[in-house]
């Protein structure tokens, strides 16, 4: 999915109703949610889109990719993600001459052993920020592909699973192309979403200027606190799974994919996986009666509106 995180929002959620009680016990999700957005937005200014993007996927165990010019805190905003979560994070500067073997680790010979040891890379960890991932040739994106789709790595003939929670937060610039390489297909149907971001507003750059003046401390990732650990992820994530799909929108969602491969303007058209985890799973995780995440829902449904079938009267459609 290609989300632009600076499309306005041009309608107000609904209140619920008030004699609607939900089967899913969803106060625990609610506050977790609204605990990781304050987090963030202690350093982060405006971006609001952008980091509700970023806690969908990370309640439906998705990978994803952050597209924008210098300087819009995308690094930044991976970072504090993956400072709001208590699990293990690295970061990986992709560069050209890295090889796989710098991201999944290598055998090491032991002369007390006189046995080979593994020693891991920084793959083996839980949020995974991959900077500029575009500077990387595709022999080193290839180390990507199963840590990405399967949560595991294979060395030597040997697999090692990835601990939970497992999810890539990968970056790259569009302005510059040199010395860049275009992911693989392969690669990009392996992300939850790709977020396009943009510049912030004026009032939002006024701000950043009030903080930066107030001192670096303002600004720096030392002010935040985790607030959520693993099992409660997981605990989250387990409430987003429980959320029930109607026929009614699992085909809905169908139709769009559908279109996808039909349509003229379109090289390639969208592919199964991508049918049966990525909508389906974002659609769970937006849909609780309070959630914010209903507009992110909204402005995505917006994008893909050419795509989409006619609606039918019924509104339950």
């Known amino acids: 999915m290609n989300m632009d995180s600076t499309l306005p929002v041009t309608d107000p959620i609904p209140e ?7 089967a899913i016990p969803l106060t625990e999700l609610q506050h977790s949610v609204e605990r990781l957005r304050n ?51 690295s970061r990986i500067q992709f560069t050209p001459d890295l ?26 960890s839980n ?23 399967e949560r595991q790595i294979t060395v030597d003939g040997k697999t090692y699973p990835l601990a939970p929670p497992f999810m890539i937060v990968a970056t790259q610039n569009p ?20 977020l396009n971001v943009g510049y912030p507003t004026l009032d939002e750059e006024v701000t950043i200027l009030e903080r930066a003046s107030q001192g670096a ?32 929108l699992m085909r809905y969602i169908a139709g769009i994919v559908d279109r996808t491969r039909h349509d003229g303007a379109l090289m390639l058209g969208a592919s199964p996986p991508c ?16 959630s914010r995440f209903r507009n992110p829902g909204r402005r995505a449904g917006d994008r893909a509106a050419r795509f989409a079938p006619s609606r039918a009267t019924d509104p339950g459609t």
Do not use: W
């Open 16 to 22: 619920p109703d008030p004699g609607f009680h939900t």
């Open 39 to 89: 987090e963030v937005r202690k350093v982060i200014v405006g971006q609001d889109h952008l980091i509700d993007l970023l806690l969908i996927a990370l309640l439906s165990d998705g990978h994803v990719l952050i597209e924008g010019a210098p300087g819009l805190a995308k690094t930044l905003v991976a970072k504090l993600l993956a400072r709001c979560v208590h699990t293990g994070f």
């Open 99 to 124: 090889m796989p073997s710098d991201l999944i680790g290598t055998s090491v010979f032991d002369p007390r052993t006189t046995a080979f040891e593994f020693r891991p890379g920084p793959l083996f």
């Open 127 to 149: 949020i995974v920020l991959v900077d500029e991932i575009n500077r990387a040739p595709a022999k080193t994106q290839s180390a990507l592909f199963e840590a990405m789709e």
């Open 175 to 194: 302005i510059e192309q040199e010395g860049t390489y275009r992911l693989p297909e392969a690669q990009l149907d392996r992300f939850f979403f790709k």
């Open 217 to 248: 401390r303002m600004l720096s990732t030392d002010t935040i606190e985790p607030v959520i650990g693993p099992e409660e992820l997981q605990r989250a994530r387990d409430l987003v799974r429980q959320v029930r799909c109607e026929e009614k």
């Open 275 to 290: 049918l049966a985890c990525h909508p389906h799973r974002c659609t769970r995780a937006c849909s609780h009666p309070r």
